[in-house]
């Protein structure tokens, strides 16, 4: 009878056991896609630690644009400009407060021949000439409306208006090209998973059809929105809710969000040292990079840009320098 009892125990043990892992099989598939496209091929890397021409320290913002490659190199205080293939050609800014000058300069976006530039420190957005001119100055420290407390990436809209992520102020704010307020996402100093909540924001990107795109950097996800301003759709872990992990599709800290010319979707994967390729819906396409110190890898993938031919350039933040990747084949 006791060896009865201890069979019918084991069999019980083994279902609990299949089921447990027939659940988990079914969780990784729906939590963690394969890859559709073939990854990015490394084509190759400058830049080193230091201040000079084509030194960098912390490079975490980067922009394509005209055969040219703008670099925030953020704790020099300065943009750095190159051509495709990493010769250097130029350089503005320099540290303080004053129009021209930089503090901490973030995430950069080029609209109309102009290079917006948020700067961490300075808590405002610098417009500059694509040739290093200051232009003008829009918005100061503060959580009021059109304010800003460390915003770490802006994006325009077809007919000008600004979209900034606020990074402390935990929000998305939408100005008109002077800055006057319009409206915003999120709630003032208040973080949150739910749709239209963030948790540090850090990058914002328009999509081909106006669809905006935010990274919401702690949150560990992307937030869609329509070009109205209607939450679409959110994607980044289990249910998109703040859990980070290593897996397709997951982040751990998104910090830059860039679009193609076909509408596809890169996230700067930071803590994964990694890039991501998704949809514009969402799906997750492939991945590239790892961590390490060689080519092909990142210490902190922080900022992305696109150029027209499908070219991918990288802030590498940790080991200072710019990557550059072509599509896979």
Sequence with gaps: MASIKRRTVLKAAGAIMAGLA???LVGWIAFVPYAKEPAYEFAGAWGEKGSGPGQFSDPTGIAVAGGEVFVADSRNDRIQVFDLDGHFKRQFGRSGEAAGQLGRPMNLTIWNNELYVPEYFNDRIQVFGLDGTSKRVIGKAGNGPGEFSAPGGVAVTAKGDLLVADFYNHRVQ?????????RQ????GQTGHAAGRFYYPTDVAVGRNGSIYMADGYGNRIQIFSPQGTFLRKWGGPFARGIYGPFNGWFTTATSVAIDAEGNVF??????DRIQKFSADG???TSFGGKGAGPGQFEHAIAIAVAKDGTLFAADFGNNRIEKWRPGR
């Design 267 to 272: 996230v700067a994967d930071f803590y994964n």
């Design 283 to 285: 799906d997750f396409l």
């Design 174 to 182: 939408l100005l008109k090209p002077d800055g006057t307020f319009i």
């Design 22 to 24: 027939s659940l988990a």
């Design 185 to 188: 996402w999120g709630e003032t």
